[in-house]
C-alpha cells in the first residue's frame, strides 16, 4: 500500500494549530490527503457522511483528535469513533494540550491508541509531528490495509510484498486462526 494514499482525518477547531501540524508536514514530505474537521459535530459528520462529507469522506488510516472541542468535546468524538463498527480499528491518536489525568485516563480506556500533549515549542512540534508520522503513517500497518493483505492472500498464503515478512505474516495467520 502506497503511504501517501493513506488520508488523515485531523478534529481540531485552532486554526493556529492545524496550521502548525500542516507545516510539520510539509516539512518532512508528508503529502498524504488530510481533512480537517473544525469541531466534534463536524468529526462526527465525516464518520457518518453526513452534511459536507455526504459525498466523499475516505475511511482514514489515522486520525489526530484534540479534546477541548467546540459543540462536541474530543472524549465524546472518541467514543462513537470507537463505537462504529467501521471507525473502530482506524487508529485514534489523541493530540491536545490537556494534560488532566481523567483526559489521559478516559482517553485510553475508551480505546485511544496514543495521547500526546502538544508541545508549545514549535521545534518540539514538529518533532512530535514526525514521529507520529514516522510511526502511525509509516511503520504501521494500518488495519485497512491488513484486512486487503489477508483478503488479497489465499489462507497460509501471502502476496510479493509480504513474503518474507515475519512481522507481517505472524498478525495475519493469528486473525485467520
Known amino acids: 500500500m502506497n503511504r501517501r494514499s493513506l488520508a ?5 477547531d485552532n486554526p493556529m494549530d492545524v496550521e502548525l501540524t500542516l507545516r510539520a508536514l510539509r516539512k518532512h514530505k508528508v503529502s498524504n490527503p488530510m481533512t480537517v474537521a473544525r469541531d466534534g459535530e463536524e468529526a462526527l459528520d465525516y464518520v457518518h457522511r453526513r452534511g459536507r462529507f455526504a459525498a466523499h469522506a475516505p ?3 489515522l486520525i489526530l483528535l484534540d479534546i477541548r472541542l467546540p459543540k462536541r468535546d474530543g472524549i465524546e468524538v472518541l467514543r462513537e469513533i470507537k463505537g462504529h463498527p467501521v471507525y473502530r480499528t482506524v487508529p485514534v491518536v489523541m493530540l491536545t494540550t490537556s494534560q488532566e489525568e481523567a483526559d489521559v485516563r478516559t482517553s485510553y ?3 485511544a491508541n496514543s495521547y500526546i500533549v502538544k508541545p508549545v515549542d514549535f521545534d518540539k512540534f514538529l518533532e512530535v509531528v514526525r514521529q507520529i508520522d514516522l510511526y502511525w503513517l509509516l511503520t504501521n500497518l494500518p ?3 491488513a484486512a486487503r493483505l489477508r483478503d488479497l492472500s489465499a489462507p497460509g498464503e501471502l502476496d510479493s510484498t509480504t513474503a518474507g515478512s515475519d512481522a507481517l505474516q505472524e498478525p495475519l495467520s493469528q486473525e485467520d486462526a
Open 109 to 111: 480506556e475508551l480505546g
Open 143 to 145: 488495519p485497512v490495509a
Open 8 to 12: 488523515i482525518l485531523m478534529v481540531e
Open 59 to 61: 475511511i482514514p488510516s
